[in-house]
DNA sequence: ACAATTTAGTTGCAAATGATACTATTTTCC
DNA sequence: GGAAAATAGTATCATTTGCAACTAAATTGT
């Protein structure tokens, strides 16, 4: 009988959900960078732009804000950064004169196309051997404690 | 039937677990960073430090390393602060010259009295809801990405 | 016993990050 | 139609962070 009013007494950090959450992901997101900087020379922001305009280009700057989960200083750094190296190009938005649509060059396409098996084989070694249910549980659960958390912080 | 081996056809930035793991992380560490500044004007790293010292006293700097999962800069300049502040004291190590020991002043340890409720009840809202079962299988799990990101990462 | 290595902790420097301010457009609404 | 407010994106500056070098003490091996 799952019993939810059920509290702590003591505050142990290693039994801390933020804690552990901050830790694990710490480990994680520390393997991702060095995964993406190793072979493709790419920060996790700059990742996370490919990744965004591999699937759905193409994009204003906004776009990627959203989509990313970063702020706008974030990606307007990642896309320079980007289109200094040639993986994206910037082109002018045909209607609105402040923004850019921004798309991938052919080398980023073809980049893309290297990277996103590699991050699927990474998200399989993590979770390999994980049940789908299991691995739904555990993504909604993160989902609702991003949405809580930002409910608290209105406050 | 949980299905193990399934792997997944497309990389979906809202579905890539590493994503949510870090954009959730950040969720809730922003939440906590904000609350413990606010209300005690302790960055995270200071607050861990105390949570420590608070239950298990005294402590090396290299015990904090490894009972926070920072890194010795990081507990070098978070003890110093702390030490500014009075909330902790150092003083010589019995027996190595290079070590020192760490405590909770008395106002250290009336902070950390008043501290630890306030981090419980901020943990309790997070999970609030959820059964006793499901929380520790999320744990289990973060510890399990956790373990297995170090592993990965060794190569 | 003592040179070489390891360990504890701090400092200094360079890069990453975040908040704020700024420019240039576009939208609102009177 | 035009002033005021909002939005897209960039630049600037202060703070944070992380790495590598450093000092000092302890340990190891001969």
Do not use: C
Request: no cysteine.
């Amino acid at each position: 009988m799952p019993d939810a009013t059920e509290t702590k007494a003591r505050l142990s950090l290693p039994d801390y959900l933020p804690y552990r959450l901050s830790v694990a992901s710490n480990q994680v997101s520390g393997l991702i960078a060095r995964a993406y900087q190793d072979r493709f020379g790419l920060t996790i922001w700059e990742w996370r732009v490919v990744a965004v305009l591999g699937e759905a280009e193409p994009q204003t700057a906004q776009g990627l804000v959203e989509a990313t989960a970063m702020d706008k200083v974030t990606v307007s750094r990642a896309v320079r950064s980007l289109a200094g190296k040639g993986h994206v190009a910037r082109s002018r938005h045909h209607s609105d004169g402040r923004s850019a649509m921004i798309r991938l060059t052919p080398p980023g396409r073809a980049m893309y196309d290297d990277i996103a098996p590699a991050a699927l084989k990474l998200e399989r070694d993590l979770l390999d051997g994980f049940g789908k249910s299991e691995i739904a549980r555990f993504m909604g659960m993160l989902a609702e404690l991003e949405s809580r958390a930002g409910t608290l912080a209105e406050t």
